[in-house]
């Protein structure tokens, strides 16, 4: 029996293409902080926040469906958690293309071709990691995740960041990271670790900020005095030598992070966690990354139907339906995910330029 377009675009293929082609990708730095696991339904009492206790989601919208957009971007909320999910169809052109090719038996001018299919897929797919990296970020530059529906009402995953472990730093005073010339980046970093230890016991010694607030430590006078004192100021740090400093002054590990993402293919790229933010974290997980049960994966993976379903990335269901006519095949990705924060209570929020 002659193959079909269907035979050769189906989910299996999809999940099994963006298996082999991740295994060298690098993950995201939220993904080696909250790492993924799966949990059955929507429970929103499964997801923790401080101190183990449920995360608080205000407004109320349990059991309520609404069109979402904008910040992180989701297309749904279905009862608790956050639900993404995005479809796409083979053109015409490409369809036409590979029964020529299955026709002429033609496996290796096929294979560029569904290649191509396979990549447009594995971009959704992709889209479904942007979006947790983008709440995980959230979580550790505002202890918070925001979704604004259509209506412009804001939902807001409040995980009860204390309000002892935020700071501040002024605009317009000489305190702020930017002013490099008259902070004291160190000292601060100190007094916040010092306020972790002494509310929890754990001192954290791990921070996460961009390159823009890291080149204001690159600059700081008071730390290339602390460094050199007979000549601080003329000093030119890398980002080698202020690692080695802040390990031995305050046993301090820094994560640069600078990726981005975008939106809409060609629009603007947006930084995941933001400028201007100085996050000090514990050692460990800080939470994990948990994954519900998609409605495709609770109604379509038991068979019975013209879709097929395979999960990858622990909870990220790849469907693929048949359509008859058109001869077509849709695929749709969909994802229900939302990060626990157990150690919320052990991190400093530090706003360095507000």
């Not at 205000?58 to 957009?69: E, G, N, W, Y």
């Not at 995980?136 to 309000?163: C, F, V």
């Not at 050199?228 to 590990?253: C, F, H, R, V, W």
């Not at 693929?320 to 969909?334: G, L, M, R, Y």
Request: proline share 5%; glycine share 6%.
């Amino acid at each position: 029996m002659s193959k079909t377009i269907f035979d050769m675009v189906n989910a299996k293929e999809i999940a099994n293409y963006w298996t082999e082609a991740s295994e060298n990708r690098v993950p995201y730095l939220g993904a080696t902080l909250f790492p993924a696991r799966k949990q059955l339904g929507l429970d929103l009492s499964w997801i923790k926040g401080a101190q183990g206790l449920p995360v608080a989601l205000t407004p109320s919208a349990f059991d309520v469906k609404a069109t979402l957009r904008d910040r992180i971007g989701v297309k749904k909320v279905e009862t608790e958690m956050p639900f993404f999910r995005e479809a796409m169809r083979i053109g015409e052109k490409d369809r036409q293309e590979i029964n020529k090719l299955l026709a002429a038996s033609n496996q290796a001018t096929l294979e560029p071709v569904l290649n191509r299919i396979f990549d447009d897929a594995g971009n959704l797919i992709a889209g479904a990691e942007v979006q947790a990296e983008r709440m995980r970020m959230q979580l550790l530059s505002t202890g918070k995740i925001k979704i604004t529906a259509e209506n412009r009402m804001s939902y807001d995953y409040d995980y009860k960041l204390p309000s002892t472990h935020k700071a501040a730093l002024g605009s317009g005073d000489t305190v702020k990271w930017s002013a490099t010339t008259t902070a004291t980046p160190v000292q601060d970093i100190q007094g916040w670790q010092d306020t972790v230890e002494e509310d929890t016991g754990i001192r954290p010694t791990r921070a996460v900020c961009t390159r823009k607030t890291w080149n204001y430590l690159l600059a700081s006078k008071s730390i290339k005095l602390d460094m050199n004192p007979a000549g601080g100021e003329s000093i030119i740090l890398t980002d080698s030598m202020l690692q080695q400093y802040l390990s031995a002054k305050l046993g301090l590990s820094v994560a640069v992070y600078n990726k981005k993402y975008q939106v809409t293919l060609g629009g603007n790229s947006y930084l995941f966690f933001p400028d201007e933010v100085f996050t000090l974290i514990p050692e460990g997980n800080l939470g994990n990354t948990y994954f519900g049960t998609t409605p495709e994966e609770s109604d379509l993976l038991s068979g019975g139907t013209d879709a097929q379903v395979q999960i990858v990335n622990t909870g990220v269901a790849v469907t693929t339906i048949k359509e008859p006519h058109p001869v077509n095949v849709q695929t749709i990705v969909s994802a229900i995910m939302l990060p626990s924060f157990e150690t919320i209570d052990s991190i400093f929020i530090a706003t360095v330029h507000s």
